[in-house]
């Protein structure tokens, strides 16, 4: 196939982590489609992340969460508008598999591909695509977003190709505040069932001899961070940062420890040594690696049918994560 001038866009709107879990399929598919134009549509919340990408020819907004908040018919007119008006694509793939991501898609020009009914989050989504990959919900997430795009893109699937991944977003300059060696602690997450309690958090901060820093991103989430602070000596809360000064920020951590959200991903994405904490969720949601683990609780998880008010993410010992810490440290 001749890729020059081939145009792919990607649609991949929220959330953090997913964004994250996505980003490896450029790589993948710069490999096959070195001259391909590649757009990726985001939330705009999320538009910094992808922002100057090096694999990425455009980053499109669409503000859903500001439509839905503010009621704005024109606002919504403006955005179908925008999303019509750009050139066509030889393949459109919704990575994401909602309702709202093939709604997007299907006002984009170009063949149209997503996830099918019994493989997408909301089956509904699968009647807006040309063609569809079956891929089993169940699967890790990372490899399910890897294979509905490669699949799209009738690009081989080769596992080491995300094991052998370079960090996924650039690089900015080490934080001026960091120390030499650092140990980012993540310590919120969308829900409250997924929250490693802040009692053992500090347990942990206060039996490692590296600095901890407290990433936060709500007023609850620097509260407890102040009360961790309070309560581990070398527990640091972090500024309030943006996506790339976060991605900067794990860059150049020694370790991440946190929950089962955005942030504490990106060690993974920035090939960082990380520990996630699961929940209601499971090991499904990474890519375990030598360096990169997940430490489940007791509890069993349905993936199609998850409980939040699972709080078992408690029942981890602070000890066994400690051990695991100083084992990657």
């Keep these: 196939m001749n890729t020059r001038n081939f145009r792919i866009a990607i649609v991949r709107l929220s959330a953090l982590g997913d964004i994250v879990n996505t980003a ?37 907004t669409v503000p859903l969460k500001r439509i839905k908040k503010t009621k704005s018919f024109q606002l919504l007119r403006e955005t179908i508008h925008t999303l019509k008006s750009h050139p066509p694509y030889d393949q459109i793939i919704d990575a994401q598999g909602l309702l709202k991501s093939a709604i997007v898609t299907s006002f984009l020009k170009g063949k149209k591909h997503g996830f099918d009914r019994n493989s997408a989050r909301e089956k509904l989504a699968a009647r807006f695509y040309d063609t569809a990959s079956s891929i089993p919900y169940e699967m890790n997430v990372i490899k399910r977003n890897v294979l509905v795009i490669t699949e799209a893109l009738e690009i081989p699937y ?38 490693y309690p802040k009692e053992q958090f500090a347990e942990i901060c206060s039996a490692l001899s590296h600095p901890c820093y407290l990433v936060w991103g709500s007023e609850q989430e620097y509260q ?106």
């Design 24 to 60: 490896v399929a450029l790589q993948i598919v710069r490999k096959h489609y070195p001259d391909a134009t590649i757009d990726w549509y985001v939330e705009e919340a999320f538009a910094p992340l992808l922002q100057d990408h090096p694999l990425l020819h455009e980053v499109i």
């Design 158 to 195: 080769r596992e080491e190709d995300i094991v052998e991944k370079k960090a996924l977003f650039p690089i900015q300059e080490k934080p001026q505040w960091l120390n030499e060696k650092a140990v980012a602690c993540v310590i919120g997450a969308s829900w409250p069932s997924k929250c």
């Design 224 to 329: 407890d961070a102040h009360w961790i602070a309070q309560h581990a000596a070398n527990a640091v809360i972090t500024p309030k940062m943006g996506l790339r000064e976060l991605v900067s920020f794990i860059a150049h951590c020694d370790l991440v420890i946190g929950n089962d959200t955005g942030p504490t991903h990106m060690g993974w994405a920035m090939n960082r040594p990380s520990i996630t904490l699961f929940g209601p969720t499971n090991e499904r949601m990474i890519f375990p690696t030598d360096i990169n683990i997940g430490i489940k609780s007791p509890s069993p998880v349905n993936i199609l049918k998850i409980d939040r008010n699972d709080f078992s993410i408690r029942d981890i010992n602070p000890s066994v994560i400690i051990q695991k810490a100083k084992e990657l440290l």
